[in-house]
């Protein structure tokens, strides 16, 4: 039997996003942010009602999405909590430090390892932020031998709305592309 719940924003995993920006004077800003996800091979999108943010977004027409991990837990969740209009040192305090991106007017924040580099697009119905992603960079700590990506060194989090906690995305269960030629 199933329970019907409405409609509510229960899709998982979702992707803790710290987004970076710059304001005015050029001072760097972060925001937590957890409606969005890739819109297309390179676009996201995200929900956001008004912040220092999207207003700081608005004037660059440039923001960076830095993917939240175990490491850094409770200070991407400080900066989802403090608004820089009343928190303007909320960087520092969380710990973060920054380098301005090579291909956006945005800042990267140097403790999160895995970062989205975005030029805006559009926004959408007042709220939807649609960007453009220009570049990817990330630490060295977090690649394999590959050269690639290795969720064995990075451990993002996701956000659950429910109970408003945060989950490591676990292990390895199988092989895309290929499990499913089984059933062939």
């Known amino acids: ?11 998982y995993p979702q992707p803790v996003m710290i987004i970076g920006t ?9 925001m937590n942010a957890a409606w969005g996800g890739m819109a297309g091979a390179n676009k996201i999108m995200i929900d956001l009602s008004s912040h220092k943010t999207t207003d700081n977004i608005q004037l660059n027409r440039a923001f960076t999405v830095s993917v939240g ?18 928190a303007p040192d909320k960087m520092e305090k ?13 800042p990267i924040i140097n403790e999160l390892p895995l970062t989205l580099e ?12 649609l960007g453009e992603i220009k570049n990817v960079s990330m630490d060295e700590s977090i690649l ?12 993002p989090i996701t956000y659950d709305p429910i109970h408003h906690g945060y989950y ?7 092989n895309a592309f290929a499990d499913g030629a089984k059933l062939k």
């Open 94 to 106: 969380a710990g973060f430090t920054t380098t301005k991106s090579d291909f956006v007017n945005a």
């Open 144 to 155: 394999g031998e590959d050269g690639e990506l290795d969720l064995t060194k990075f451990v």
């Open 69 to 86: 991990d175990v490491k850094h837990l409770t200070a991407c969740d400080y900066v989802g909590m403090v608004s820089a209009h009343n």
């Open 168 to 174: 490591p995305l676990g292990q390895r269960v199988g």
């Open 118 to 129: 975005c030029e805006l697009l559009d926004v959408i119905e007042g709220s939807l932020y």
């Open 1 to 11: 039997m199933r329970k019907n719940f409405g409609a509510k924003p229960y899709l």
């Open 22 to 30: 710059y304001d005015e004077n050029g001072n760097a800003n972060a």
